[in-house]
């Protein structure tokens, strides 16, 4: 039977303390999520504002459109390979992130990972939340002008925007489900209707790309900038590739979640910032200065029509991305730290809370640091636990897990005291050759592809770096480690 317990049964693991209902094995009856369902939920994560003003920040250090297109779209590429590896234990076992990580880090060691990729998921849900919280409070004074008298009218909105994310939260991952498909259609709607009106108002779309000119900043060369736009590109969903087992845990079958994600990922992000390419090329012609900010432009364009469609577009985008890509994970993760204490709906709780505590309007703040520290910075940590998850799952288990250990203090994932040393040797060899690369970019944001040395150019990969290093270092000092892939 698919996703089974073991030789051992399942009957003693609800009083393990590494289980509670949340992390336990999706049960065959649960794994409903089709083809659609899994698309659908890539399309609700990848039509988002940031998705939207990702060309913009390539653009705006040297890029032409159709550079940043296809960096962006082979960025996608590359990190569809291993979300569809990652995917793979999900659907056939039914586990989750945390869970799959104990195989090979540990029954212990395992929060490791997970820590790591809930504190990414913290800064992104603060900075998605703060976007969405400037949108709403644009969007309010766009309908109403007297909104701007209203004292600490920007933090009653990102207040109330952050409320609403928690009431999604306390319904847990089947309301999840259910706004991901029912937004999925609305999302691609508006950004249809973007587009038309690009077209339409600006002359013609190769008008439009011709005028794309205009937003090209002078920056390095396509030569220089490439490595580090396409690290950031992986970068931008590598913390997905990671967790993804969070959501094909609950997919009916390996060609729903294969299909679902080839369909809906690396389209659905190139075509959106296609249009905030194309859309910002119309608003040098209509206004006379390019906005990329699509609730700027919602306002400028000011029918009331516009306006609460836009409303509609923009909060549904930052609410769906937020609540799939920045919540399941570090709820998850942090439910694997104390699985009897910490549930999935508290696990989110303490993400909405940090995710403010986060400062994420520094985050977004600066363009340059948003690409070239946060998202490359974060990808070298995700790179790492990657080549470790994929060598692991794929190499020295062949696929096969004994699912009712990995719920076990004393079984074949113990190791040392519940920690594989291997996989922590394996992820620090991996990361420290960038990370002289990351400190000078936190001094010196874009400073690094200006002028950069050979570990600036180590890091402008670290993606790449850390997934390789900790792929080939991992296998070899698991040649020692007993196997473990039959009971």
């Known amino acids: 039977m698919r996703g089974r317990m073991g030789n051992r049964g399942a009957e003693d693991l609800t009083r393990s303390p590494l289980w509670n209902p949340d992390l336990a094995p999706t049960p065959p009856e649960r794994r409903t999520w089709s083809t659609y369902n899994i698309a659908a939920l890539w399309i609700g994560m990848s039509v988002v504002i940031t998705t939207y003003t990702l060309a913009s920040g390539l653009m705006s250090q040297g890029m032409s459109w159709w550079q940043a297109m296809v960096t962006i779209l082979l960025g996608n590429t590359v990190v569809l390979v291993p979300m569809v590896l990652n995917a793979h234990a999900g659907t056939k076992y039914g586990i989750s992130f945390p869970v799959l990580c104990r195989a090979s880090f540990g029954v212990r060691g395992a929060n490791l990972p997970a820590i790591l990729r809930a504190i990414v998921a913290c800064g992104w849900f603060g900075i998605q939340t703060w976007i969405g919280g400037l949108a709403l409070d644009a969007l309010c004074l766009a309908g109403w002008a007297g909104w701007s008298m209203v004292p600490g009218h920007t933090a009653i909105a ?5 409320l609403i994310q928690v009431a999604v939260i306390l319904k847990g991952t089947e309301g999840i489900k259910q706004l991901e498909s029912w937004s999925a259609p609305l999302l691609l709607a508006g950004g249809g209707v973007l587009l038309l009106w690009a077209v339409r108002a600006g002359g013609g779309l190769g008008h439009l790309l011709a005028e794309s000119e205009r937003l090209r900043g002078r920056g390095a060369s396509f030569r220089a900038l490439f490595p580090s736009a396409l690290t950031a590109s992986v970068g931008y969903w590598a913390t997905l590739s990671l967790n993804i087992p969070d959501f094909t845990r609950y997919a009916r079958s390996q060609r729903s979640q294969m299909l679902g994600q080839a369909l809906g990922l690396p389209t659905t992000m190139t075509a959106f910032a296609f249009i905030g390419v194309a859309v910002t090329s119309a608003t040098i012609v209509v206004f006379g200065e390019p906005i990329w900010d699509p609730v700027v432009l919602i306002a400028r364009i000011g029918s009331p029509l516009a306006i609460v469609f836009g409303a509609l577009v923009v909060l549904a985008a930052q609410l769906t991305t937020n609540m799939a890509a920045n919540v399941v994970s570090p709820s998850n993760d942090f439910s694997n730290l104390s699985p009897r204490r910490i549930s999935y709906v508290t696990g989110g709780i303490i993400t909405a809370v940090i995710g403010i505590l986060m400062f994420p309007w520094k985050l977004y703040a600066d363009g340059a640091a948003y690409i070239f520290t946060w998202l490359l910075g974060y990808s070298s940590l995700m790179g790492a636990l990657g080549g470790i998850l994929i060598a692991d799952y794929w190499v020295v288990r062949r696929q096969r897990l004994l699912v009712a250990d990995l719920f076990r203090e004393q079984g074949a994932y113990t190791y040392r005291r519940g920690v594989n040393p291997r996989a922590i040797a394996a992820f620090v060899i991996a990361v420290v050759p960038v990370i002289p690369g990351f400190a000078r970019a936190v001094v010196t944001p874009g400073g690094t592809v200006a002028n950069p ?35």
């Open 158 to 162: 990102f207040t109330v925007f952050w």
């Open 453 to 487: 040395n050979f570990l600036d150019r180590l890091y402008s990969y670290a993606w790449f770096v850390t997934f390789g290093l900790s792929f080939v270092v991992y296998l070899g000092l698991m040649r020692g480690e007993p196997d473990t892939r039959t009971a």
